[in-house]
């Protein structure tokens, strides 16, 4: 197996090359980080008539956007009722809908510029890989319910129709889910911000802001509106906003081509997009090519604080993939790569100003590309004033978190970052 994301080097999409920043420069609105979030805020600018800049460090899509396994679910794992108690009615319907507002987003944008990114319009099979999970797919039956979505139980009989693996005890069918190539997307992106007249630097890290200029190695620029979107933001680039996020640890692998027998075996009803119960997931669904894309994360490694170039993860779920599909055990796997997603302590982004410069919004920890296109889409509306609700209490920076300040100096932000995220899987 190669170590290398598939989806960059199978991209069929053409992109001009945008060269490194090497000068100073002036700009009405200026946006740091090509992924989802950053490309999206560049688009609703840009579409509202304004000049906007793009800087990235690497390429669009560099990072863990163009990493992903392009799951689009509108979902959400916010529970309604918990919701209203915290935030109120309006707010909590708002707060609801926010993954599927980010996923109508991207798909309207796939369809509006014909973006040739690997759409496919994917069901849901939620599956529990044993009997005392089945709860697990209880409550997400009770989320479909609450959330108006058509859904199907299936007990051991009625998956081998669909999906007809060996050992899992109950599944829940639903529809309205999609898959991307994530890369692709970002890629096509680009194309179409560049067509708007977006200046894109690639290449180009900002290393800090000086008030209200970003500074690179050969340049800067500055603007009044400023949206950073990066991700693993550091120290140096700023100390206070660096606690605020970590990441978890992820792996994906991609197989050879099956034949078109082989796929109908695993999915004779239609291609799925399938994941487990277990607590650290796994998940698969068909790509382009006849080819299976599968994810997985391990507790042990899903803090480490380094990209971590093991395929022993990912080697595990595709084993326990070919035992319950014996027909595909000898498919091979191409590619694998890892990806740090970046997340908070309590798994909400954040969408905030800078509290000592107004002008500079940060957004971060959005942990889903439909969460990515919101946030990034709703800190550019801010700048419009444009039907922006304000959501400070669940995106706002200033908000609670568990196991902050001295603890989080004394132990560090793995360990705090570990005991929240527990914490909020408990509670
Ligand atoms: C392996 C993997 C699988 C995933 N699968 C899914 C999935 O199936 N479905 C789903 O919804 N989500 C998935 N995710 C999560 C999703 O990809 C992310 O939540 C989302 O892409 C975050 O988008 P973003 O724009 O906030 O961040 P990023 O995509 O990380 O973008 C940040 C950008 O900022 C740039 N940058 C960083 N520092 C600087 C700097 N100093 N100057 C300039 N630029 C800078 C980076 O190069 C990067 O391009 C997955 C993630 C991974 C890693």
Redesign the pocket.
């Known amino acids: 197996m190669l170590y290398k994301n598939w989806l960059y080097t199978s991209s069929i999409i053409k992109t001009s090359n945008c060269p490194a920043l090497k000068e100073n420069i002036s700009t009405e609105c200026l946006i740091?980080?090509?992924?989802?979030?950053?490309l999206h805020a560049a688009l609703r600018l840009v579409n509202e008539g304004k000049k906007v800049v793009l800087?990235?460090?690497?390429i669009?899509?560099?990072?863990?956007?163009?990493?992903?396994?392009?799951?689009?679910?509108p979902q959400s794992e916010e529970d309604m009722s918990k919701l209203i108690a915290k935030h109120g009615k309006d707010k909590a319907k708002i707060i609801h809908q926010i993954p599927s507002v980010g996923v109508d987003l991207i798909l309207n944008n796939i369809k509006k510029y014909k973006f040739d990114c690997d759409l496919r319009k994917q069901d849901s099979l939620y599956l529990s890989i044993k009997k005392s999970h089945d709860y697990k797919i209880l409550e997400e039956k009770e989320t479909c319910k609450e959330m108006n979505v058509p859904y199907k139980m299936l007990n051991q009989n009625g998956l081998k129709k669909y999906h007809p693996g060996k050992g899992y005890s109950l599944g829940l069918i639903y529809p309205g889910t999609h898959g991307i190539n994530?890369f692709a997307y970002c890629q096509a992106m680009k194309n179409l911000l560049m067509k708007k007249g977006v200046k894109i630097y690639e290449g180009?890290?900002?290393?800090k802001i000086e008030k209200n200029k970003a500074i690179t190695h050969l340049g800067s620029a500055e603007s009044k509106n400023i949206i950073v979107?990066?991700?693993?933001?550091n120290a140096e680039?700023d100390k206070s906003w660096s606690k605020k996020c970590y990441h978890i640890q992820?792996?994906?692998g991609i197989s050879e081509p099956l034949s078109d027998k082989e796929m109908k075996s695993v999915f004779p009803n239609g291609e799925l997009m399938c994941w487990d119960t277990k607590w650290d997931y796994a998940?698969y669904r068909p790509v382009i090519g006849n080819r299976l894309l599968v994810?997985a994360s391990s507790p042990w490694t899903a803090y480490y604080p380094k990209y971590h170039f093991t395929n022993k993860v990912v080697l595990k779920e595709i084993n326990s993939l070919k035992e319950k599909f014996p027909q595909i055990k000898n498919i091979n796997f191409s590619h694998y790569?890892?990806?740090?997603?970046?997340i908070t302590k309590d798994m909400s982004p954040i969408v905030d100003y800078d509290e000592n410069n107004k002008s500079i919004q940060f957004?971060m920890g959005?942990?889903?590309?439909?969460?990515?296109a919101y946030?990034?889409d709703y800190a550019a509306r801010r700048i419009l004033n444009k039907n922006t609700p304000d959501l400070s209490e669940f995106l706002g920076a200033n908000r609670k978190f568990s196991f902050s300040g001295i603890f989080q100096l004394i132990f560090g932000k793995r360990i705090s970052f570990m005991l929240s995220h527990l914490k909020e899987l408990l509670t």
């Open positions: 740091i980080g090509g992924g989802i979030a950053g800087l990235e460090k690497t669009c899509g560099g990072s863990s956007s163009g990493q992903s396994a392009g799951f689009l679910t994530s180009t890290e900002v290393k979107c990066i991700d693993k933001l680039f992820t792996y994906i998940y994810g790569w890892s990806g740090l997603i970046d957004v959005c942990a889903g590309l439909n969460w990515a946030c990034g």
